[in-house]
């Protein structure tokens, strides 16, 4: 960002990742980094002791963290008994001694859908157009690497997870489809949850609208910001 504005252009951040958003506008508390030793010794926990017994440590050592994370979710449970680890305190506490938050001035655009009916045969289109276009065989390139397994966050991404379970047999082939865009629709009422906090934002239903006239209500949206404020 700060590259992009010594340059006298504007940055553009883009997309559905909400959380990620809100780390950039709000900060992050003062956490540890990854250890690659520390996260080795709690993989090797995981593979001796499983999942389950990891997370009855996390409520012993951070009952208020455990509370907001499911016991099937590894990733969050190792990082935040790596955190523990590493810093000698809960996660919970090093949260609650303030983020580090950027100074930064933003303009918040949204482009809604708000008939719900209409974005999710959008969603399903979206995944069939995947199928079409050698999903399947993505993934199947991506399991003869050796190096990756369904465990791990990029494998466990909307499509990516169903499609593993289908090429190792657990599903048919209509249930991946199925299961995918279902999950695909979860994903985006949870987006649609983060975007109806935001307050100070201009929204835009673009089903309404052509590209061009979206186009152009971002480009009047970035070059005349006081107006857009007000």
């Given at each position: ?6 340059r ?11 959380m ?8 992050m ?17 995981l ?5 389950q017994?990891?997370y ?66 959008r ?22 690497r ?10 466990r ?17 209509q ?22 906090k ?16 979206a ?16």
């Amino acid at each position: 960002i700060e590259q992009i504005n010594q340059r006298n252009h504007i940055p553009l951040l883009v997309g559905g990742t909400m959380m990620y958003f809100n780390a950039l506008e709000q900060g992050m508390g003062p956490l540890p980094q990854s250890d690659a030793s520390t996260r080795l010794f709690l993989n090797e926990q995981l593979r001796q002791r499983g999942l389950q017994s990891l997370y009855d440590e996390l409520k012993l050592k951070d009952p208020e963290t455990a509370a907001k994370i499911k016991a099937t979710d590894p990733q969050r449970i190792l990082r935040a008994l790596e955190v523990h680890h590493l810093s000698g305190e809960p996660l919970s506490a090093l949260l609650k001694q303030g983020n580090r938050k950027p100074e930064l001035s933003l303009t918040h655009l949204i482009l809604d859908v708000e008939d719900r009916s209409t974005l999710h045969h959008r969603i399903e289109q979206r995944f069939q157009k995947m199928l079409e276009l050698g999903f399947e065989d993505e993934v199947k390139q991506l399991r003869a690497r050796g190096d990756l397994n369904p465990g791990m966050p990029s494998m466990r991404c909307v499509g990516y997870r169903q499609m593993w379970e289908y090429l190792d047999g657990n599903y048919h082939y209509q249930d991946m489809v199925d299961k995918s865009i279902a999950a695909t629709r979860q994903l985006a009422k949870r987006q649609l949850t983060w975007l109806r906090k935001y307050e100070k934002v201009r929204r835009l239903n673009y089903l309404e609208y052509s590209n061009d006239e979206a186009f152009k209500f971002i480009e009047t949206a970035l070059t005349n910001y006081s107006d857009f404020e007000n």
